[in-house]
Antibody
Framework: EVQLLQSGGGLLQPGGSLRLSCATS????????IHWVRQAPGKGLEWVST?????????YYADSVKGRFTISRDNSKNTVFLQMSSLRADDTAVYYC???????????WGQGTTVTVS | QSALTQPPSASGSPGQSVAISCSGT?????????VSWYQQHPGKAPKLIIY???ERPSGVPDRFSASKSGNTASLTVSGLQAEDEADYYC???????????FGTGTKVTVL
C-alpha cells in the first residue's frame, strides 16, 4: 500500500523556521515526483513546491514561497522535506505532501500537518 | 499564478447531475493537457478523481467525467449520491514554467 506519513508541523512566531517531513512507502520512491500543497484555514488548495525523481532532478516553487522555502529529498530514506524559513502569518496552513501519478497530478496524499505562524 | 476560477457552490438532488466549470487562461488550461480534479471531504486530504483532462484513476466511479474546451475545463458528476457532497478543485500544470495552479474550489451540496 502506498503511504505518505507527514511530520514536523507546529506553532511558531513570524520569522521563524520549520522543517516538514514526508516519509513514504509502498512504491519505488526514486522514480516519482513529490509535491507539497497547502491549505489555509477555510481556504482552497495552493500548490507550494515540486521535486522530481532521482534521475530527473527538477525543483519548482510557487512565487509566494520562492526564496524562503527549500524542497529536498533523501532517496536513501524515501523521504521528502520542506524547509521553511522567514515564515509569515499567511504561511499558516495545513501542508500536504502528495505523490505524482506520473501525469502531472497528485494521486496519493499525506495526512496533512498544521503549521501556525502567530 | 492567479487561481483558476470555479463557482463557489453547486447543488443537485440525489440522482441528478451537477457540472462544475474551471476557467483559466491560454497560459494555463488553454495550453495544458494536464488538468486534474480533486474531491475533498471536510477534514480530509484531497482525492484525485480526474487526471489528464478526462481520465479516471482506478476505483473512481464512472459517474465522474470531465472535459476541456478552450480555456475552460469542466467536471460533471452524474447520478449524484450523498457521498458526493464535498469540495471539488481543478488544477492545471503549466508546462512553460513547470508550475501548478489550483482552482478556487466548488462546494457541492446534495439536496
Amino acid at each position: 500500500e502506498v503511504q505518505l506519513l507527514q511530520s514536523g508541523g507546529g506553532l511558531l512566531q513570524p520569522g521563524g523556521s520549520l522543517r516538514l517531513s514526508c516519509a513514504t512507502s509502498g512504491f519505488p520512491f526514486n522514480a516519482y515526483t513529490i509535491h507539497w500543497v497547502r491549505q489555509a484555514p477555510g481556504k482552497g488548495l495552493e500548490w507550494v513546491s515540486t521535486i522530481g525523481p532521482q534521475n530527473y532532478y527538477e525543483i519548482y516553487y510557487a512565487d509566494s514561497v520562492k526564496g524562503r522555502f527549500t524542497i529536498s529529498r533523501d532517496n536513501s530514506k524515501n523521504t521528502v522535506f520542506l524547509q521553511m524559513s522567514s515564515l509569515r502569518a499567511d504561511d499558516t496552513a495545513v501542508y500536504y505532501c502528495a505523490k505524482d501519478h506520473g501525469h502531472y497530478d497528485k494521486d496519493v496524499w499525506g495526512q496533512g500537518t498544521t503549521v501556525t505562524v502567530s | 499564478q492567479s487561481a483558476l476560477t470555479q463557482p463557489p457552490s453547486a447543488s443537485g438532488s440525489p440522482g441528478q447531475s451537477v457540472a462544475i466549470s474551471c476557467s483559466g487562461t491560454s497560459s494555463d488550461i488553454g495550453r495544458s493537457n494536464y488538468v486534474s480534479w480533486y474531491q475533498q471531504h471536510p477534514g480530509k486530504a484531497p482525492k484525485l478523481i480526474i487526471y489528464e483532462v478526462t481520465e479516471r484513476p482506478s476505483g473512481v466511479p464512472d459517474r465522474f467525467s470531465a472535459s476541456k474546451s478552450g480555456n475552460t475545463a469542466s467536471l460533471t458528476v452524474s447520478g449524484l449520491q450523498a457521498e458526493d457532497e464535498a469540495d471539488y478543485y481543478c488544477c492545471a500544470h503549466t508546462g512553460s514554467t513547470n508550475t501548478y495552479v489550483f482552482g478556487t474550489g466548488t462546494k457541492v451540496t446534495v439536496l
